[in-house]
């Protein structure tokens, strides 16, 4: 016991005499290391924001996947999967620098082209911001990718996605995010809300699968002569539900991780994007029963990413009451938009222009609407005009970028490419080789998804081949 006793005092007496060579601590010095460790957190966070961004790439490739047809599945990954290599490249070389380099104008920036604003020794701030936004690009380019599913030629497709990575969804960004690093945008100067990309993402990601869309042309059998719409059944509606499910999840990190600083604001940012997601889904489901006498699976799963969508720009900036309308209210808009789309024979097989083009606009008008701070009628104009802009650069620039595609390389595989599969015609793949996947004669609700849900009966009991 006695010797025990020595050893406590003896360790006692050398940390004093350590603690007796240190400097005391000043509040100055305590500010200092409180910073310090405020500053490694929000490296943390942004960056763990940013894998949550990310693993939205492989939400947006097993949703698109499912809700199209097995014989293009191959297709359908390698699009995706091309969107972030090719998009991360080209906004690394001239993207960023547009959307968040000096400038004069308001327009867009001119400096930061390669990522030149980092360099060995100085603050690496640069290079966790530039993660962040690098998976928001590449989430706008993946986007129209299901609006363009099973008849795009592949080569066609990748020069879209590296040409909307570097020009233009990084110049409508800077007109609404540029300061949030070295730029200064025209729009967010005049007081444009949109605080994770309700439009500066997703709208501009799907006025550009708008345009995709009406240059392509519908797939063959969509539209019948006679004006019937007969509906193109998705191959797996487990995998569009599994993403989904990793679509809501990297939400948590794409609306969230917009503050790119580990603060309490991300609680309720975290709980208005949950509400609106859930109450998205629901309405949809709702609505989908009542027009449809079911409970349709494909509209209420896209009714939970149009929730998503819209609540991305007033999330920061809403009550929680306030984010289940906005999200119920895209609930209902995206199931009358997929109907509207179709009606008019703009073939979407996955929804892609409801959920994000327009389910964008309606989450940054309610942003002005819904705004925590009071509304007027200046701030509400203001989105307006943020939402025209949006779709002013973006549809015609983006139209006249496929129509030059399809001219001088070529946009839409030939008829018999799309009957055979584009996995056989354009990658030399079958991503089920030891499968045949057979359904039986029922009732289809052709949201197969995305596509407008009209039910139809299958004559034949005979087992169907679906490919």
Known sequence: MRKTILTILFVLCGIGRVWAGDEPPTPESNKNLIDLVQTHADYVWTLVAAALVFFMQAGFALVESGFTRAKNAINIMMKNLMDFSMGTLAFWAVGFALMFGATSTGWFGTSGFFLSDFSVGSDPWVLAFWMFQAVFCATAATIVSGAMAERTRFIGYILYSAILSAIIYPV???????????????????????????????????????AGAIVLGPRMGKYTKDGRIKPILGHSMPLAALGVFILWLGWFGFNPGSTTAANKDIAMIFVNTNLAAAAGAVLAMFTS????????????????????????????????????????????IVVLSVLFFDKIRVDDPVGAISVHGVCGAWGTLAAGIFNIGGTSAKIIGVQVLGVAACFLWVFPTAFLLFKLIDKFVGLRVSPEEEMEGLDIAEHGGNA??????????GVGIGVGSGSAPVAEEVSSLEPVRQT
């Open 289 to 332: 029963w009542i027009r449809f006498g079911k409970p349709e699976v494909g509209m209420s799963l896209n009714g939970a990413l149009a929730g998503l969508v819209a609540i991305t720009s007033p999330c920061a900036s809403v009550t929680p009451l306030s984010a289940v309308i906005i999200g119920a209210a895209g609930g209902v």
């Open 432 to 441: 089920y080789p030891d499968f045949e996947v057979s359904s039986y004669g």
């Open 172 to 210: 409508f960004g800077s007109w609404a995010w540029g300061s949030l690093y070295k730029g200064s945008g025209w729009l967010e100067g005049l007081g444009f809300i949109d605080f994770a990309g309700s439009t500066v993402v997703h709208s501009v990601g799907g006025w550009a699968a708008l």
